[in-house]
C-alpha cells in the first residue's frame, strides 16, 4: 500500500471503533442509571447489534457487491447513524430508546464488515497489512474509554453524553469515507444470481469442513461473550472500581499489542493453536472475574480485562484473515459480511437471550452475585474450546502471496 492510502484507511479505523467504544462499554449502566433498566432490558439492548449483524450480510450482498463502492456505503451509513445517535442521547425511557437502537445497530453493524473490505481490497499480503491498520481501531477505542473516564460520566451519571460524543464521530468519519480509497463493486458487470446479490453465496465456504467448524464455532464462542460486553462495564461500577470505562481500555490496550504481533504468532502457532489460544483466554477472564474483587483480588479483575486482547485477536483477527484467505475474489465483502453475522450476529444474540434472565436471577440486595454468574460463560467456553481442539484440522489456504501462505 502507499502511505497515503495506510493513512487513511487508519483514520477510519480509528473512528469507526471510536463510535462504537464511545458508548457501547457503559450502556448496561446507562441503561440502570439513567432508564431504571433491569438485566432483561440490557440484554435486550445488547440484542440490537446481533439484529443489525444478521441483516449486515444482505446489505453487503445486495449493495457493496454488487451496486455501489463500499466506501460510499460506509460514508452514507455513518451520516445516517449520527443522527440516529444524537436523538438517543435525548431520551428518558427505555422504550423510546430501544427502538432508536435497533435502527441504529441496523446502520452500524454493515460497517464493520465494509471497513474490512476497503482495507483487504487495497492489500496485497492481509495477513501482515492488516494488522497495522486494524490497530488503530483499538486505539479509539481506547481513546473513547479513556475520554469517558477522564470526564467521569459514570460517577456523575452524564452517560448520556457517550452517545453525542459518538454521534460526532460519526458524522465526521461519515465525511471522510467519502475520500478513503476505492473498493469498486467486483460484480457491477457480471451476470449474478438472487442469492449471488443477497450474498448468500458466501455460503460456499461453508463447503470446506474446516471452514464450517470455525463457523459453528464463532457462533459458539460468541454465546459466553454476550455476558462480557453486556455486563463487564455494570459488574465494574457495583464492585467499587472508579473509572471503570477508562480502566477497561487496558483491554484494548492488550489487543493493541497483540495485535501488532498477530504477523509473528501465525508464523509460530497456525490458524488452529490461534483460535484455541484465543477460546482459553475467554474461560480465564471469566474466572477471573468470578473470583476477583477490588481488595485483595484487584489484580484479577485486572488480568480479565486484559486478557481482552488475547481473546479478541486471536479469535476474531485471526477469523477476518482466515474468511478472506477463503473467500473469491467477487464476494470478499460477502464473506466479511457472513462471518459478521455468526459471532456478532446468530452467536451474541443467543449470548444477550440467556445472559439477561441469569443475570436477573442473581440479583441481591447489594446487586448481584456476580462469582456465579462469572462461571456460567466460563463453563460454556470451556467446551467449546474442547470441542474446537477435537474436531478443527489445520489445513494450509491457498492465498495471494508465498508469505501468506506460510503464514496459514
Not at 454521534?167 to 473498493?183: E, H, I, K, M, T
Not at 482466515?322 to 459478521?340: C, L, P, V
Request: include cysteine; charge should be positive; charged fraction near 10%.
Amino acid at each position: 500500500m502507499i502511505l497515503t492510502n495506510r493513512i487513511k484507511l487508519s483514520v477510519m479505523m480509528f473512528l469507526e471503533f471510536f463510535i462504537w467504544g464511545g458508548w457501547f462499554v457503559t450502556l448496561g449502566t446507562f441503561l440502570v442509571k439513567n432508564l431504571n433498566a433491569s438485566g432483561t432490558q440490557i440484554s435486550m439492548a445488547y440484542l440490537t447489534q446481533s439484529i443489525g449483524a444478521i441483516i449486515a450480510p444482505f446489505i453487503i450482498g445486495l449493495v457493496a457487491d454488487r451496486f455501489f463502492s463500499a466506501q460510499k456505503i460506509l460514508g452514507v451509513l455513518h451520516l445516517a447513524g449520527s443522527l440516529v445517535l444524537w436523538f438517543a442521547s435525548q431520551t428518558s425511557a427505555f422504550d423510546s430508546f430501544f427502538p432508536l437502537i435497533v435502527i441504529y445497530m441496523i446502520l452500524y453493524m454493515p460497517t464493520l464488515a465494509l471497513v474490512n473490505s476497503v482495507s483487504f481490497r487495497q492489500m496485497r499480503n492481509p495477513a501482515v497489512e492488516f494488522p497495522p491498520v486494524r490497530v488503530l481501531g483499538t486505539v479509539g477505542w481506547i481513546i473513547a474509554g479513556l475520554t469517558i473516564g477522564y470526564f467521569g460520566w459514570e460517577q456523575t451519571s452524564q452517560l448520556s453524553l457517550t452517545f453525542k460524543m459518538s454521534a460526532a464521530a460519526s458524522a465526521l468519519l461519515g465525511l471522510l469515507s467519502f475520500s478513503l480509497p476505492p473498493a469498486p463493486p467486483m460484480q457491477r458487470n457480471a451476470n449474478v444470481s438472487i442469492k449471488e446479490m443477497l450474498g448468500l453465496d458466501a455460503l460456499r465456504l461453508l463447503n470446506n469442513q474446516s471452514y464450517l467448524l470455525f463457523f459453528l464455532s464463532s457462533i459458539a464462542i460468541c454465546i459466553p461473550l454476550a455476558f462480557y460486553y453486556n455486563f463487564t462495564n455494570l459488574f465494574l461500577n457495583e464492585a467499587g472500581m472508579k473509572s471503570a470505562a477508562a480502566v477497561q481500555s487496558l483491554g484494548q490496550v492488550s489487543e493493541a499489542l497483540f495485535m501488532l504481533l498477530i504477523p509473528v504468532f501465525f508464523l509460530r502457532f497456525g490458524v488452529k493453536k490461534m483460535l484455541a489460544i484465543g477460546m482459553l483466554a475467554w474461560v480465564l477472564r471469566y474466572i477471573f472475574f468470578s473470583f476477583g474483587n477490588v481488595d485483595q483480588n484487584y489484580w484479577m479483575l485486572i488480568a480479565g480485562i486484559v486478557l481482552h486482547g488475547v481473546c479478541y485477536d486471536f479469535f476474531f483477527v485471526t477469523g477476518q484473515i482466515y474468511t478472506d484467505s477463503h473467500a473469491g475474489e467477487r464476494f470478499k465483502s460477502a464473506a466479511q459480511g457472513m462471518i459478521t453475522l455468526a459471532t456478532y450476529g446468530v452467536g451474541m444474540m443467543i449470548g444477550s437471550l440467556i445472559s439477561g434472565p441469569i443475570v436477573d436471577a442473581y440479583v441481591t440486595s447489594a446487586g448481584h452475585d456476580w462469582a456465579m454468574i462469572w462461571m456460567i460463560p466460563a463453563s460454556v467456553s470451556a467446551l467449546v474450546l474442547l470441542l474446537f481442539i477435537a474436531f478443527f484440522k489445520d489445513t494450509k489456504v491457498p492465498v495471494k502471496g508465498t508469505e501468506t501462505n506460510q503464514l496459514l
